[in-house]
């Protein structure tokens, strides 16, 4: 079984920093990529940014580009997302999921592991 858990949510002020972990336990597995994806009220989950396990190669949404920054540390098993500039439309909760398999990054029915969320609410 593997678990994804994230943390670093919060309350912040626009203009803010936070950063999001997310570490994997359980049994071993490889993976093509991690991602995260967020969650507004009302709206669906959208893709927000993901890093390939091999190589290191990143993508983001057009929205967080240049204000996001997705990175991994293989000895920790961890994948974090650092969130400069934040802005009241970034409030949502975040999921870290895990691709096993080659595929389009981008999308979520892509992703084997998911995990609970964390809460993300920016200030005006």
């Known amino acids: 079984q593997v678990q994804l858990v994230e943390s670093g949510g919060g309350l912040v002020q626009a203009g803010g920093s936070l950063r999001l972990s997310c570490g994997a336990s359980g049994r071993p597995f490889s993976r093509y990529a991690m991602g995260w994806f967020r969650q507004a009220p009302g709206k669906e989950r959208e893709f927000v940014a993901a890093?390939?396990?091999?190589?290191?190669?990143?993508s983001y949404t057009d929205s967080v580009k240049g204000r996001f920054i997705i990175s991994r540390d293989n000895a920790k098993n961890t994948v974090y997302l650092q969130m400069n500039s934040l802005k009241p439309e970034d409030t949502a909760v975040y999921y870290c999921?895990?691709?096993?398999?080659?595929?389009?990054?981008?999308?979520?029915?892509?992703?084997?592991?998911w995990g609970q969320g964390t809460q993300v609410t920016v200030s005006s």
């Open positions: 890093i390939r396990w091999s190589g290191g190669s990143t």
């Open positions: 999921a895990a691709m096993v398999w080659s595929g389009s990054v981008y999308e979520s029915n892509k992703y084997l592991y």
